[in-house]
């Protein structure tokens, strides 16, 4: 659907904005309009309008400055960052999408390991200038191009080193965050004068809450124009690579471990899991199955058949594999891992595999998603245009998401693949990463989709994850389990009122 901004708001955007940062030229604002990210299968097509204005602010005074006029001119408003995720775009009519790709510093600070970022610096970026200093941010699983402030202030942000680096909602500390109506609200101990951005919490109540909840506001409560996030030691020399993409030669890593493991079953992976964390030995963590792994492998959609009819993938990974790395801080504290883990592995009858089982290739792909959370973009989407998931998304313990959640998905998915409504690409293709060696596991059940063919109809497997979900008293889109339909509502009535007091 396609609206036009009323005369007086475009000139005063110009105005406050110079006209080289904001437009309404119909080329520019269909480049806006769709977007091959995260989400698109199951959303996008029906989700998103053309905005009506694209702004590109460059300081937090010109964001206020947006903010007045949308809120002058009942203009929607919805920030991206670099727009990975489908919600980024316009999902509601009349509205001005912030491109915040100007807004790009970083500040690091080596003493007390946090890093002050801006909305368009990426999570790679972060990691190649604090591993200078022994230092490492959290990478969410969507890779290095995204931006970290966008995973910590609005989004999920769990990822496979979450094991060691937390869930980015947890990094946050102090936010800089303008309201609806223009205002600049700092959270944490950037209210207090003089306190830096060392704390996301007080004095008084927690407002991360408030501004996020479980899995983010995806843009509605305003925009975050800085947040303060919590880095951790990395071991050793940067990570670098030479050679040519997209495999690239990785260097030689000292001090660290890095192997697949496939278990049998899920039970033992379930055990083995738990016991890995309570060992607080492992920096990276995340599981693949042979449909995520081939789509890695291969370059072109015909390697990915050859691939895909040749079947030693599936044939060794089974249901599903894991890649675990170790980054250790001294030879002995390496030694003494490797020992923990290979007992574990074994007592849970894992089988470990060395990374280059299937060539160089195989190793890239363990070494990059390990340090650099590469590879899962292009996972998710090849062979087929669009990614989606089979409900539940879980963020709940291991045995739930084991036990309870991935049945339901599995069931949702074998029957959806059979009838060609998203691909069949082997019963199982789960995700899952367990946080802070802890019990808590992120789960969710990836699976490929190309929305123009005609039999194509992702939405209807979230939908009915979403309803087995329910009757089974089973969290799904990273709600935590409710006693009943009825109390899931509550989150949702204290997200809406929460909404309507910051933007009336
Ligand atoms: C292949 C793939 C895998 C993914 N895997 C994961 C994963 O494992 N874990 C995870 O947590 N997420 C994942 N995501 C989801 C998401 O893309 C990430 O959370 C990512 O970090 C968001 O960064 P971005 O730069 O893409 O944000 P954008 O897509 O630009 O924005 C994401 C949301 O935040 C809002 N937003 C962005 N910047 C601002 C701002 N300055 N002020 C207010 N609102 C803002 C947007 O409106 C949008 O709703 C994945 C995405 C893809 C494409």
Redesign the pocket.
């Known amino acids: 659907m396609s609206q036009t901004i009323p005369e007086g708001a475009y000139n005063e955007f110009v105005e406050a904005l110079g006209e080289d940062n904001f437009s309404t030229d119909p080329g520019i604002l269909e480049t806006y309009t769709y977007m091959n ?2 989400g698109q299968g199951g959303l996008g097509i029906q989700w998103v309008h053309r905005p009506v204005g694209v702004a590109l602010p460059g300081s937090v005074e010109e964001v206020q400055a947006i903010m007045k006029i949308c809120a002058k001119y009942k203009l929607r408003f ?8 489908v ?2 775009l316009a999902t509601k009519t009349n509205c001005v999408i912030l491109d ?1 790709r100007r807004m790009n510093n970083l500040e690091i600070n080596t003493r007390d390991s946090f890093a002050i970022t801006e ?1 368009y610096v990426t999570a790679g970026e972060t990691q190649v200038e604090t591993m200078k200093h022994g230092l490492n941010p959290h990478l ?4 290095p191009n ?2 970290n ?3 910590g ?7 496979g080193s979450s094991i060691r680096t937390s869930m ?1 909602e947890r990094n946050v500390l102090g936010v800089e965050w303008v309201t609806p109506k223009g205002e600049v609200l700092k959270l944490g101990s950037l209210n207090s004068p003089n306190a830096g951005w060392f704390c996301g919490d007080g004095p008084g109540p927690s407002l991360r809450g408030m501004m996020r909840g479980a899995s ?1 506001n ?2 509605d409560n ?4 800085k947040v303060a996030l919590k880095l951790y030691p990395w071991h050793g020399e940067p990570y670098e690579c030479d050679g040519t993409p997209p495999f690239f030669d990785s260097n030689e890593r000292p001090n660290s471990y890095l192997r697949y493991v496939v278990w049998d079953n899920y039970d033992n992976e379930a055990d083995a899991l738990l016991r890995l964390g309570e060992a607080e030995i492992i920096d990276y963590n995340n599981r693949w199955a042979a449909g995520a792994f081939t789509s890695a492998m291969s370059i072109t959609n015909e390697e990915y058949l050859e691939m895909v009819e040749k079947g030693e993938f599936k044939e060794k990974f089974g249901d599903g594999y894991w890649t675990f790395f170790i980054n250790a801080a001294s030879e002995r504290a390496l030694d003494y891992k490797i020992k923990a883990f290979k007992k574990i592995v074994s007592e849970t009858g894992g089988v470990i595999y060395d990374t280059t089982v299937f060539g160089k290739r195989s190793h890239e792909i363990a070494m990059q998603n390990a340090v650099r959370a590469v590879w ?2 292009k996972a ?1 989407y090849m062979p087929t245009s669009a ?1 989606t998931g089979t409900v539940p998304f879980s963020y709940e313990t291991i045995d739930q998401g084991y036990k309870h959640a991935l049945p339901i998905s599995l069931d949702v998915k074998e029957e959806y693949a059979s009838q060609d409504k998203i691909l069949n690409e082997g019963r199982d293709n789960c995700y899952v990463c367990i946080d802070e060696d802890g019990h808590y596991m992120h789960i969710e059940h990836a699976c490929l989709v190309e929305m123009w063919e005609p039999k194509a109809e992702p939405t209807g497997a979230c939908i009915k994850g979403a309803a087995r979900a329910i009757e089974k008293g089973v969290g799904f889109f990273y709600c935590s389990l409710p006693g009943s339909p009825k109390d899931l509502i509550i989150y949702t009535q204290y997200s809406s009122q929460i909404q309507k007091l910051l933007n009336p």
């Open positions: 990210g995260l919805k920030a991206h960052s670099t727009a990975w995720w919600q980024a915040m909305s969410v699983g969507a890779g995204a931006s402030l966008a995973s202030t609005s989004m999920q942000g769990t990822g980015q983010g995806m843009g305003g925009v975050f124009t899962i973009g998710a990614n």
